[in-house]
């Protein structure tokens, strides 16, 4: 470690220089570090080893640490840059662009798309010229750098006119400088340049990696400091916070005690506007007798128990409808005794249309022969008449009288028809003589003594009635008197029946009246109850929290001695990575962690075995880059014979990445280079860009033609950093050679469109883009759960390969986390809650009827509910809002 410890007493010389304003503290701790340099490369910055021991040497010795000059002074170049961010362009005449372009580029991203020949590598060249003084491109085809930035139809060349913004928020100007910004930019072909590397002889490609890389000591020494020490400090108040917690509970415990007097006022005007509402001149008193108790019945009680008299049945029996049966039966016994006199007066005829019947009948037989002699019909003996001859002429003579039986026989069937109705009108009778236990009586003695099916003409005894009175006549009228009793008795039981719903109405509504006054009176005993517990919490407030007070002087004396450490090391930090980025030959040193964790995140499809262990990039232009997979840590291969092309594509973005980063580079620039990618890794590439903490305090231009990409990352991008986004559009001229540029595209975010349209009151497109937003959000937290190894999930599947209807995978979700009892995450309760307000845990609520309502249409609906809106987008942001990053 000699050389570097060489190199950081140059350090410390160089914090004395004269342009350098550097605390008088921080170079203290540069002393106080290069006094203890050997214990202090023993240490690395995992577990926090480095900064565990730097804060123990800084709270034990800086005090007593002597400012002044090393002996050795070394004259080093700043690395600080000079600006924050940029700030304005100013494009054109200039390549494509025919006419002078403002573009704001203060945002911390900014996305510029739009189809091939829109302008897209002009603007790249022009930021690469205003940063860069020259554009590689020009001097790659040997064109003057004048005559290559023309533009062709204004046939001149206006330098871009590039602001920036300083630490102090001030404006100024970009000054050019090579060697400062070359690494901010990440071209497509510089990535299609490294991933033909592999097809090169040796020769070529150790040219090309010694213009990309190098390392020293002093690099690793530096690269182990932690990035920060604030888990080794106590810089923020947690004990005064919860006391404060607690001063502000009891707090509103003594504005319950003061405001209880009120309190209960309102709960009495509460009362009184209850009992109005019953009635008009009730009190609270008068309500509740009505409603009444166990020990004091009340109208309540009442009601109750004429409710619960059962009424009579309604049986259904008429007078008419019995005489108009026994009328009936009479009738059809008379008509079937005309038909059968009339048949016996055709006795003889009867006799003969049998016989022919029988003749006939024996035809199929004895067809050849007489039925009775059998006598042949033909041949030299035969029959006088033939037969069926004869029977079939007799017949024909007779049909009259095969129509008087036809007669007679539904004559027949009416009268059983007939009979069987009249008895089934009896039975009602029968039930409500005995009911009544009546049998004795002349009605039920007949009643009880008729057979279930009755033969003969069984009624003949009472109908028709007799002229002169006899038993029979009385009978009948008995059976009569016993259906006007029973059409009394029903229409008694339908007058009770239409008096019953009044009360009916009555008792409910007194019923609905108790519920309210018991909650009343649970209103009275539970501020009784609160009144009591918070009058207890404030006697004892001093003593509980004794302890607590006195943690609370502790920590606010650890605080004082703790702030300035913070300010001291991160300035000390940042001076010493601004100056490792002026050592001559480090442009590329200490990138291996990086470039391996970037690799490793672009590739997080990839089986775990297949990801780096480890990367070691060449010290010189003759090494190689050497890898080793995690399925085998301890084998270290040559990377460009193993991996394929896109896999190395991928280690080159991220060895320029990496770059950008150990720089602290306030800008990177992707030239087109998310198309030098394939699709595969597109998605790794822009979780770890956009989504990571990795830059997120580096401005990030970028240029591409693929609208889905440019929309996933808006869709992505975390919620804080979502307003810092520029999108520009770049579209083809109309015919005056100048691309049309739009710089104020809408977002493309769901849940910021959620959020607009409800601002704007436009709930329909809310819902649209909160559906979305959940679809989005859903897949997120599924993947999350991945990361923790419980992503698997039951789903219900409409078919072979189809897709997890959203409601299903919702419930899913929820399920999911519910179930994970021994999971522990600061995400499992916000999202339990969030999924089961959308899907309507434990009541039901609208919010996911109104995300299906929302992506239909329907013509003449009612407006939806702002509130019931507002929830969605609200519930939505809060998802929005936890950390779906992979675990690292």
Known sequence: MATARQDFERFVGWLYREDKQVPEDVRRLAHLAMGHFDALAGTSRQRNQRSVYLVGLIRERLAQVVDAPPEIRVNAVAAAWPWARLRHLTLGPFRGFRNPEPFDLQKQIILFYGPNGSGKTSLCEGLEYALLGDVEEAGAKRIAARTYLANDHARRFAPPVLKATDYQRQEMDVVANADTYRFCFVEKNRIDAFSRIAARPNNQRAELIATLFGMDQFNDFVGHFNESIDGQLVLSAAKQLMLTGRRTAL?????????????????????????????????????????????????????????????????????????????????????????????????DQVSFKELYDAVLALQKTTGDRCPACDTPLQGAIHVVANPYEKATGGL????????????????????????????????????????????ASVAGQFLSGLAAEPQGIW???????????????????QVLAVV????????????????????????????????????????????TAAIKEANARIAAFDTDNAELIAQVAQEQQEIARDTPLKATYDRFLEELK???????????????DTALTLYNEFNQSDLDADKLASLHLPLTGEDKIEIAFRGNPARRVDALHVLSEGHIRCLGLAILLAKAKSMDSPLIVFDDAINAIDHDHRRGIREAIFESDHFVRTQIIVTCHSNEFIKDIQQHLPAQRRQDCQVYLLRHHTGDYQPRVSGNVETRNYIAKARTARNALNDRDALGASRQALEMLSNKAWQWLGYHDMGLLTVPLAGIGAEPALRNLCEALHKRLRDARTFEHANKEPLIEAYGRILGIPAVNQVWMYLNKGTHEEADRDDFDGEHVESVVQTLEQIDLLDFRRPR
């Open 484 to 527: 006007d009793r029973i059409e009394a008795q029903d229409a008694t039981s339908r007058q009770v029946q239409q008096d019953r719903a009044p009360l009916v109405a009555e008792r409910q509504r007194l019923l609905d009246f108790q519920l309210k006054v018991q909650a009343q009176d649970q209103k009275d005993a539970a501020l």
């Open 459 to 477: 009624w003949a005894a009472l109908y028709p009635p007799p002229a002169a009175e006899d038993a029979g006549a009385n009978v009948l009228e």
């Open 578 to 592: 601004a100056y490792r980025e002026q050592l001559p030959g480090q442009l590329l040193a200490g990138l291996n």
């Open 251 to 347: 707090g509103a415990d003594k504005a319950a005690v003061d405001g209880e007097a009120a309190a209960r006022q309102r709960l009495r005007d509460e009362e009184v506007a209850l009992a109005t509402s019953y009635a008009e001149g009730t009190d609270y008193a008068g309500l509740k007798q009505l409603i009444g108790s166990a020990e004091a019945p009340g109208r309540l009680q009442e009601l109750d128990d004429l409710l619960n008299a059962v009424p009579p049945a309604l049986i259904g029996a008429r007078r008419h409808a019995l005489v108009d049966a026994f009328a009936k039966a009479h009738q059809c016994q008379e008509s079937l005794a005309v038909l059968t006199a009339e048949l016996h007066a055709q006795g």
């Open 396 to 439: 024909a003579q007779l049909h009259a009288l095969g129509e008087l039986q036809q007669r007679q026989g539904d004559a027949q069937r009416a009268l059983t028809q007939a009979s069987r109705d009249l008895r089934q009108s009896l039975t009602p009778l029968a039930t409500f003589v005995d009911a009544q236990q009546e049998q």
